[in-house]
């Protein structure tokens, strides 16, 4: 098997949904799909390292999901605090609607 040297990107670049959790309707849609319900204090865990994690509010989190072609959410996703998202995503000039 050989790699290649060159940096690759597909032509069709992976779209994401982005929605900040903040009502009980919120919180039921993750749970429903996820199969991830937060604790009766409302809190999930959020991994930290490998074999740690910490509990943190579920409201306030941005849930991020990953859409295929047809815009629909395809599995791959991630719950993310404010500061992690600012860390990893940045928005776009004039993509607001």
Same mark, same amino acid.
């Given at each position: 098997?050989?790699?290649?040297?060159?940096t690759? #990107?597909?032509?069709?670049?992976?779209?994401?949904? =982005?929605? #900040?959790? %903040?009502?009980? %309707?919120?919180?039921?849609?993750?749970?429903?799909?996820?199969d991830?319900?937060?604790d009766?204090?409302?809190? #999930?865990?959020?991994?930290?390292?490998?074999?740690?994690? #910490?509990?943190v509010?579920?409201?306030?989190?941005?849930? =991020? %999901?990953e859409?295929?072609?047809?815009?629909?959410?395809?599995?791959?996703?991630?719950?993310?605090?404010?500061?992690?998202?600012? %860390?990893?995503?940045?928005?776009?000039?004039?993509?607001?609607?």
């Open positions: 098997m050989s790699e290649l040297t060159n690759h #990107v597909r032509r069709e670049p992976t779209q994401h949904r =982005i929605t #900040v959790m %903040e009502t009980p %309707e919120d919180q039921h849609y993750y749970g429903r799909n996820y991830n319900y937060p009766q204090d409302g809190n #999930v865990e959020l991994p930290t390292g490998e074999y740690t994690s #910490v509990k509010p579920l409201m306030g989190l941005y849930l =991020i %999901e859409l295929n072609s047809d815009g629909r959410p395809s599995g791959p996703f991630d719950l993310l605090t404010f500061e992690q998202f600012r %860390e990893q995503f940045e928005e776009l000039v004039g993509s607001g609607q």
